[in-house]
């Protein structure tokens, strides 16, 4: 079983509150996907959008996002942008609806059929 490695950076702008975006340990065979949801946890902050950068190796998978539960109740949509080493995930829309708790963005995390070769120096 290979183990997949993500990191998430979130950032969230003018908020005393510190909401919380996590990502739990994932575990898949190659040539598997794996699905898992992200959560949002305000902590009393009123979000109308979230931003946060999954970093991975993008050698060995492929992410893709959709909006969660708590995104689509405040009718926001997900964008997401290529970066060097992962992606950035941004969830918004064109109204002002705070984001409640809850899922915001659902993963499909496709992991590689095999594991890239390792380069030695």
């Given amino acids: 079983m290979r183990r997949i490695s993500l990191f998430l950076l979130l950032v969230i702008a003018a908020s005393a509150n510190a909401a919380t975006v996590s990502l739990g340990n994932l575990a898949?065979?190659?040539g598997q996907?794996?699905?898992?949801s992200i959560p949002l946890q305000n902590q009393g902050a009123q979000l109308a959008g979230v931003q946060f950068d999954l970093i991975f190796d993008k050698t060995a998978m492929t992410i893709t996002a959709v909006a969660g539960d708590a995104a689509n109740a405040a009718q926001k949509f997900i964008s997401t942008s290529s970066q060097p080493g992962g992606i950035r995930i941004i969830v918004a829309g064109f109204?002002?609806?705070l984001i409640a708790d809850g899922n915001v963005a659902n993963l499909t995390i496709a992991i590689g059929a095999q594991r890239p070769p390792r380069i030695t120096h």
């Fill in 95 to 97: 109204n002002q609806n």
């Fill in 28 to 30: 898949g065979n190659a």
């Fill in 33 to 36: 996907s794996v699905t898992v």
